[in-house]
């Protein structure tokens, strides 16, 4: 995964309207570099990066919006949502294919015909994926966009100004300042959503909990050099909580599929239950992806008994 590039110009005292400006402008540019290596199928780490890059930039975006006016954004969120969703419809594909086809060299004789019938499955739902995102991002759609969304910034950033205390619009502010304040509130949003790490089967609560942890870390590394020290230790046992619910939540949504489709062939056709390869394979997948969420649970777990202490340490921070 590739690591965030770092932003020419970006200063703790620079006027935050400015800082707004650079950031966006500089995620966009750090997503759309990734554009030919998305498209260049035989390596699945260019999806990947430009998925992870185009969250940062979302990220952002959900963190600055309070500071800006959203209406001149809203065609320019809709459409990079759009691209974030192509990408995150191959990357499920490229990593689910590649779990099945790690458990090929491993699974017991009777199931290798099912789990090479689901591969081919899953690499058609692939096919049409990168279809879709091929159109998404073609360079002549990202430089219109691109053109588009820097237009947007300049009106979103034009808000009146705010009273003394109120952070509502950017102006009069120092990146630093704003950046305070969106720490915070994450780090809030963060602490409410951690009670579900204890909830192992509450699985919508804990992809919750996931969504949190992203959007706490984005803005970490983002303003890691406005923050106080102690945030230093945070960003690495963030990431890892996030990295072991991620499996969490890949293993769940895989396990659910596995789920829906024995029940309604149980329902559709009792006489056939057991006859097809595909059903010897999904049956002894589900009860290996079972295992394996155990274990991801219990990483979670250990991960956010790591990361807690050093967490209420920075609690109530409001700069």
Known sequence: MAKPGKIEGLECDLNAVEGIRLVLAG???????????????????????????????????????????????????TKLKDIANALGTVRDQDVLIDALEKFMASCPAHV??????LIEERK???????????KAIQKEKLEVLRADFEKAIEKAVKGRDSKPGDLRYAQGYSFKEIGAKIVSDRVNEFNKRSPSVFEPFRRKRLHRLRI???????????????????????????????????DLHDADVFV??????????????????GSSPEHSAEVWLLSEYTRLRSGYYREALEEWEFLQPRLLINATYRD
């Open 124 to 134: 058609k739902r692939r096919i049409q994926g990168r279809e879709i995102l091929q």
């Open 212 to 246: 949190a942890g992203k959007h706490f870390r984005y803005p970490l590394q983002l303003f890691a050099e406005c923050l106080p020290e102690s945030f230093n230790g945070i960003v690495e046992p963030v990431t890892n909580l996030q990295r072991a619910l991620g």
């Open 112 to 117: 290798v015909d099912g789990i090479e019938s």
């Open 27 to 77: 995620r966009f540019k750090e997503m759309a570099s990734f554009g030919d290596a998305a498209l260049k199928w035989e390596d699945p780490e260019g999806v990947h990066d430009m998925r992870v890059a185009s969250r940062r930039l979302r990220s952002a975006l959900k963190d600055f919006l309070p500071f800006m006016r959203e209406r001149p954004l809203r065609d320019s969120l």
């Open 256 to 273: 659910g599929e596995l789920s829906s489709d024995l029940a309604d062939s149980a329902v559709k056709s009792p006489a056939n239950t």
